[in-house]
């Protein structure tokens, strides 16, 4: 079993940056695949960002050049830094955590941007 809690969710105004952490248990996080996916109201959860254990890392179009995927395994950590935030990007975030097949969520972070 899997762990996740997430944090650094607010409110912030357009154009504004948030980092979003997710830490992680387990003796194994550096082989984990981790993930930020996020729901807007009346939406499906959609993926954010992906990082490998190679540090391999994918993102949606929609997010591109503006967030940016990391972890630190010696913190079993994944963050997602988010810059030049747009209202459409308010939604709740999710941590994810992909460990032999099985994932694995946190109970997620709102993010609300708005002036």
């Known amino acids: 079993q899997v762990q996740l809690v997430e944090s650094g969710g607010g409110l912030v105004q357009p154009g504004g940056s948030l980092r979003l952490s997710c830490a992680a248990s387990g003796s194994i996080f550096r082989f984990y695949k981790m993930g930020w996916y996020r729901r807007a109201p009346g939406k499906q959860r959609e993926l954010v960002a992906t990082?490998?254990?190679?540090?391999?890392?994918d993102y949606a179009d929609s997010v591109k050049g503006r967030f940016t995927i990391s972890r630190d395994n010696a913190k079993n950590t994944v963050y997602l830094q988010m810059n030049s935030l747009k209202p459409e990007d308010a939604a709740v975030y999710y941590c994810?955590?992909?460990?032999?097949?099985?994932?694995?969520w946190g109970q997620g972070t709102q993010v609300t941007v708005s002036s």
């Open positions: 994810n955590a992909v460990v032999q097949s099985i994932w694995y």
């Open positions: 990082i490998t254990s190679g540090l391999s890392t």
